[in-house]
């Protein structure tokens, strides 16, 4: 099974920041990445898919790069409505596993 | 627009059965790989099983596998979870999860199953 490790856990950051989310794998994944958004009582919501690509309607604000066994999810400034947990997932290998998430606060 | 609804969560005890439902439209529902999430009190998300959209194939994670069944019926655009065996460490928000490419691109509001004496 391929573990999935986010850092950091917390990122406390104030509107209009950047934010640097880091997601590594314990073995190659090639460009089989993607990263959700999860807001508590919501529906999680997929924002980028192989490593770098926009899922439909996300804003350009949020950009993923990457390959292999490190990946860079970047929010370039943060709106209020970022602060939320994100998770990292790869669909190299079966099993499908999931990071443990990097929750963004209000700094 | 892709709607999923998840229903059936319930307060069961260990050792209990539950059965999920989770009624789809918006999208040819047979076309597409389907999914179970689930994610415990404080926790993060944890894929449990998936099916391929003609049903034919299956996958488990190995903390469901042998007690969890996946289905799907396509003449009703519904996706199902047999949960057998229920354990306390089973409690969570069941999220129901359209696949796209190995990713997932749509998810339900989730239902709570409880498992608790």
């Known amino acids: 099974e391929i573990v999935l490790t986010q850092s950091p856990a917390t990122l406390s950051l104030s509107p209009g920041e950047r934010a640097t989310l880091s997601c590594r794998a314990s073995?190659?994944?090639?460009?089989?990445l993607a990263w959700y958004q999860h807001k508590p009582g919501q529906a999680p919501r997929l924002l980028i898919y192989?490593?770098?690509n926009r899922a439909s309607g996300i804003p350009a604000r949020f950009s993923g790069s990457g390959s292999g066994t490190d990946f860079t999810l970047t929010i370039s400034s943060l709106e209020p409505e970022d602060f939320a947990v994100y998770y990292c997932?790869?669909?190299?290998?079966?099993?499908?596993?999931f990071g443990p998430g990097t929750k963004v606060d209000i700094k | 627009e892709v709607q999923l609804m998840e229903s059936g969560g319930d307060l069961v005890q260990p050792g209990g059965s539950l059965r999920l439902s989770c009624a789809a439209s918006?999208?040819?529902?047979?076309?597409?790989?389907m999914n179970w999430v689930r994610q415990a009190p404080g926790k993060g998300l944890e894929w449990v099983s998936s099916?391929?959209?003609?049903?034919?194939?299956?996958y488990y994670a190995d903390s469901v596998k042998g007690r969890f069944t996946i289905s799907r019926d396509n003449s009703k655009n519904t996706l199902y979870l047999q949960m057998n065996s229920l354990r306390a460490e089973d409690t969570a928000v069941f999220y129901c999860?359209?696949?796209?490419?190995?990713?997932?691109?749509?998810w339900g509001q989730g239902t709570l199953v409880t498992v608790s004496s």
């Open positions: 999860a359209k696949g796209w490419s190995g990713y997932i691109d749509h």
């Open positions: 918006g999208f040819t529902f047979s076309t597409y790989a």
């Open positions: 099916i391929s959209g003609s049903g034919g194939s299956t």
């Open positions: 073995q190659s994944v090639s460009s089989y």
């Open positions: 192989d490593a770098s």
């Open positions: 997932q790869q669909r190299s290998n079966w099993p499908v596993t």
